[in-house]
């Protein structure tokens, strides 16, 4: 199983970022998918999820990010996408891709002037 996230970087406020993760070694379209990210000192925390091809795709979203975000699967490339808008200096953190019991490596988000 693998997961590799993409898309992280410098951003500067009120910027955007797609951030992508390809699935790997198990069958995607079966299983929930999450972000989370994390501040160095902080415990890692939920920011958005779609569940299962077979349980609907619905998706859901921390109240922090509600309306900014948004979590899509790209099938094709097996794949989960995570558009983010409009972007907060708060958001600055390493975000993962988790599915299946397994996590990405993660990629840095920077939100700054």
């Known amino acids: 199983v693998q997961l590799v996230e993409s898309g992280g970087g410098l951003v500067q406020p009120g910027g955007s970022l797609r951030l992508s993760c390809v699935a790997s070694g198990f069958t995607f379209s079966r299983y929930d998918m999450s972000w989370y990210r994390q501040i160095p000192g902080q415990e890692r925390e939920l920011v958005a999820g779609i569940t299962s091809i077979q349980s609907g795709g619905s998706t859901s979203y921390a109240d922090s990010v509600k309306g900014r975000f948004a979590i899509t699967r790209d099938r094709a490339k097996n794949a989960v996408l995570l558009e983010m808008n409009n972007l907060r200096p708060e958001y600055t953190a390493m975000y993962y891709c988790?599915?299946?019991?397994?996590w990405g490596q993660g990629t840095q988000v920077t939100v700054s002037s």
């Open positions: 988790f599915s299946a019991g397994y």
